[in-house]
């Protein structure tokens, strides 16, 4: 069970991070759509598991490795746009989201 302190950092941090891909703030793989699906905080607020959906389907876990590779210039850009509000910005792990996929395959079967 979350606390409401987790709840709210982890959807600041999903709105920032999502800001920052979208502005392209920090150097992402060309020709693919990230979206941050959902944000989740450690009790102690030190470690965001963030989970990240990618389009279209080619090569996601490339595309994700990448992304994992930059997660340390991606956590310092962050830091200095939420430094008001934390004051440790937690280390960030990205997982791939693929709920979108499954919930396609589902609907294809079903059709």
Same mark, same amino acid.
């Given at each position: 069970?979350?606390?409401?302190?987790q709840q709210k950092v982890g959807?600041?941090?999903?709105?920032?991070?999502?800001?920052?891909?979208?502005?392209s703030e920090v150097s992402i793989p060309t020709g693919i759509m990230i979206s941050i699906t959902q944000? +989740?905080?450690? !009790?102690? &607020?030190?470690?965001?598991k963030i989970y990240v959906s990618l389009f279209p389907a080619e090569?996601?876990?490339e595309a994700l490795e990448k992304i994992r590779n930059q997660a340390s210039e991606i956590r310092f850009v962050l830091g200095k746009k939420v430094r008001?509000?934390? +004051?440790?910005? !937690?280390? &960030?792990?990205f997982y791939l989201d693929d709920s979108f996929d499954?919930?396609?395959k589902i609907d294809e079967l079903l059709h």
């Open positions: 069970m979350e606390t409401i302190r959807r600041l941090l999903q709105k920032e991070i999502g800001e920052l891909f979208n502005k944000v +989740r905080m450690s !009790p102690d &607020l030190g470690i965001a090569n996601k876990e008001k509000q934390l +004051r440790h910005i !937690p280390s &960030l792990n499954y919930a396609e």
